[in-house]
């Protein structure tokens, strides 16, 4: 079975400040890792992944995560947070093989303050 | 990626009656597409897994005669919930199975009155 907690559920941060969402994983064979972001009332939008080879993947929109396998972590980064940021951001974790379904976390809301 | 569409995106409807969701992959040929649902302010859930041409695998608590699935195409699969409750009334996400991520519909949002 896998799971993924996503560490607090809301997070504010300045513009301009660092932004630093915590996901740990729990999965008993080697996963793939995701993050998404989604905006009100609309689908998800993938913002990176993690398949194999480079720990540190960078995505859409200035956003990077690093997978830390002594640490089961794959927390999202971005260096200056925008206002367009805010969103609520879910990190997913799934099978590399088989039905490959997306485990989710509980999400966390990014707030931006002017 | 792909592009999934989702239709309707709003649908109210009353107590008792039955509404179909149908899930669109405009670009590829999806084998598999997953059922997810949204409650207000929580995760996405998965419902149920749909592969072309073969039942829809439910996941447990979630009843299958109830959220009815056909994925009768590569290119649609359709969620059918039956005698509907305001208790139905939720976020359901669509999304299809690309080479190693999913790409999701932009969602329905069904609220029963």
């Known amino acids: 079975a896998q799971s993924v907690t996503q560490l607090g559920s809301h997070v504010s941060v300045s513009e301009g400040a660092l932004v630093l969402l915590r996901c740990n994983y729990s999965s008993s064979v080697p996963p793939y890792l995701f993050w998404y972001v989604q905006y009100p009332n609309q689908g998800l939008q993938l913002l990176l992944k993690y398949t194999s080879a480079a720990t540190l993947v960078k995505g859409i929109n200035g956003f990077e995560a690093e997978f830390k396998k002594s640490e089961t972590s794959f927390h999202l980064t971005k260096p200056s947070a925008h206002m367009s940021d805010a969103a609520e951001y879910f990190c997913?974790?799934?099978?590399?093989?088989?039905?490959?379904?997306?485990?989710f976390g509980s999400g966390t809301r990014l707030q931006v303050q002017p | 990626g792909a592009v999934v569409s989702q239709h309707p995106s709003r649908v109210i409807c009353k107590s008792g009656t039955s509404v179909k969701i149908e899930c669109r992959s405009l670009d590829f040929q999806a084998t598999t597409m997953f059922w997810y649902r949204q409650f207000p302010k929580q995760s996405l859930m998965l419902m149920a897994t749909?592969?072309?041409?073969?039942?829809?695998?439910?996941e447990q608590g979630v009843e299958k005669d109830k959220f009815l699935i056909n994925h009768a195409s590569l290119t649609l699969s359709t969620l059918t919930v039956t005698s509907a409750h305001p208790e139905d009334s939720s976020f359901y996400i669509c999304?299809?199975?690309?080479?190693?991520?999913?790409?999701f519909g932009p969602g329905t949002r069904l609220t029963v009155l």
């Open positions: 749909s592969n072309e041409g073969s039942k829809a695998t439910y």
């Open positions: 999304s299809i199975q690309g080479y190693n991520e999913q790409f």
């Open positions: 997913a974790v799934s099978e590399r093989t088989g039905r490959r379904a997306l485990t």
